[in-house]
């Protein structure tokens, strides 16, 4: 770690440096006469070389003709001159060395402190302004967030399909069933939710109403019970009836169900809610139904569990949606003219027709985005970098565009409810689901990923220069070996 000290001395130095080699580049007409005169200066390191050469050349005569050499033929030789004109080129450059002013670091920085007062320059001006533009721009297109930065055709695209998804959520979405009475009498359902329903596996005659109708003898399951044994004696769950109980039991919702589902069905017993219409609270029970029950591995309960699901999707009242049925437990809030807990809102909804079919109609609005903006971003990143995969939903970016789209559909549906006077059933429970689900990661990249993503931005840029570097310094290396120029090697003595 850098002490502060250093980084001020730094700067003084950085700051001399600069002023002088921008004094340079406006005086490059006088390099070339100054440039004669340092090679003059610079011509006694030619002799040294040259005796340097010799000496080489003399070492290898010996070691040819080591063999015949005797005693005699070293009596005038001095090893104390090699080492002399090694001596000589240190002192030369211990001599250059004095002449820039260098003897040690804390002079050095006295020396460009004084340089930078003389020129009137601030030594504790800050890095930036050692940069040109040249430089700003290089910065600028490095950075971490220009790899993130939006044009106009990403908001173009990310507003329409927003806007497009609201639409479809107004227009063909709507809401489950048509209300003839109440506060929202007058309001039509979805066309699409609506001709989903017409088909009733109870009433057919195909094969699908067939096969479902013979998974519903076959795959018989405990949470279909409206009771429970406790302490001998068989209690009826408290709220429910034929139209509710799928609502109130875990087994049946289309996610939880394999969870729940499967271990009643191997425990024998049914998990759920109860519903107090006096305290207006549902409350979690779990209670045993099979007394007799026989042995069942996970696979067959499985396997029971998906059989049950099947016969009951297409039925009148059809299947919760999901999560729905651990929504219903959520006793607080007070929505609406009756004060309405969350709870109690969940039930209302399936009670009047907001089930599992209906949910799959609302996925409809988040499709829309999901094609559209998605499509637009591959053949954007295809264009801009070629083949190279990329995770839409990990890339910061593209997540903020998909977020984006999502949150104007949110909007969009808000909106909605508001025009329908607040009726629930115009809640789009896809198109809410989708916009958590891009909101939680990316409130996770904006709290803790955004900055260690930006020092690994940074690690990999110094990386790819420290690289390119090393690479510029190989192949001047190899230019220059590849020259035919003398070498200088010591001999053995």
């Keep these: 770690m850098l002490s502060e000290k ?87 450059i211990s001599v250059e060395l004095i002449k820039i002013g260098f003897n040690d670091w804390e002079s050095f920085v006295r020396q460009c402190q004084a340089y930078t007062l003389s020129q009137g320059i601030d030594p504790l001006a800050p890095y930036e302004a050692l940069l040109t533009e040249a430089d700003f721009e290089v910065l600028k297109e490095e950075s971490f967030n220009a790899q993130f930065r939006w044009d106009k055709w990403d908001y173009i695209f990310v507003g329409a399909s927003g806007i497009l998804a609201s639409l479809t959520d107004y227009f063909l979405v709507k809401i489950p069933t048509t209300l003839t009475t109440g506060q929202y009498a007058g309001q039509t359902s979805s066309p699409i939710t609506e001709w989903i329903k017409k088909y009733d596996t109870t009433r057919g005659d195909d094969w699908f109403a067939s096969w479902a109708q013979n998974l519903a003898e076959t795959c018989k399951v405990p949470y279909d019970s409206m009771s429970y044994v406790d302490a001998d004696s068989i209690k009826r769950i408290t709220g429910i009836f034929p139209k509710s109980h799928r609502l109130q039991s875990l087994g049946h919702d289309p996610v939880l169900g394999f969870i729940f589902g499967v271990l009643d069905i191997m425990r024998g017993t049914i998990t759920g809610f109860s519903y107090d219409r006096l305290t207006h609270s549902h409350t979690w ?21 998906i059989g049950h699901l099947i016969s009951d999707v297409a039925t009148p009242m059809g299947l919760p949606a999901p999560f729905m049925t651990l929504i219903q437990g959520i006793n607080v809030g007070s929505f609406g ?20 079919r209906h949910f799959l109609v ?38 903020t565009m998909l977020l984006l789209a999502h949150g104007i559909a949110t909007a969009g549906n808000a909106g909605k409810i ?8 115009a809640i789009n429970y896809a198109e809410w689901m989708a916009f958590i689900r891009y909101l939680m990661p990316s409130m996770k990249y904006w709290l803790f990923d955004q900055y260690q993503l930006k020092i690994e931005h940074l690690e990999n840029i110094n990386t790819n220069e420290w690289e390119q570097l090393l ?16 070498t200088v090697t010591l001999g053995k003595l």
């Design 362 to 399: 609302s996925g409809i609005t988040p499709a829309v985005i999901e094609i559209f903006l998605r499509a637009y971003i591959m053949l954007r990143h295809y264009a801009e970098h070629g083949e190279q995969r990329v995770n839409l939903t990990s890339h910061p970016k593209y997540r």
């Design 471 to 486: 690479k510029s310094s190989d192949d001047i290396l190899a230019a220059v070996t590849a020259l035919d120029y003398p």
């Design 6 to 92: 250093f980084i001020v001395e730094l700067g003084i130095a950085l700051q001399a440096q600069n002023h002088l080699l921008r004094k340079l580049a406006s005086a490059t007409s006088e390099i070339g006469s100054k440039l004669t005169n340092i090679e003059q200066k610079l011509s006694d390191t030619g002799v040294a070389s040259e005796q340097l050469q010799a000496l080489e050349k003399l070492m290898s005569d010996l070691e040819a003709s080591q063999d015949w050499l005797e005693v005699e033929d070293f009596e005038n030789f001095n090893v104390d001159q090699i080492l002399g004109l090694y001596k000589q080129r240190q002192k030369h």
């Design 418 to 425: 508001t025009l329908m006077q607040g009726n629930p059933l």
């Design 337 to 356: 003219k009756g004060r309405h807990t969350i709870g109690e809102l969940a039930r209302w909804m399936y009670l009047n027709g907001y089930d599992f």
């Design 285 to 305: 029970l779990q209670g045993a139904v099979w007394s007799n029950l026989e042995p069942i591995n996970l696979i067959e309960a499985i396997l029971r569990q």
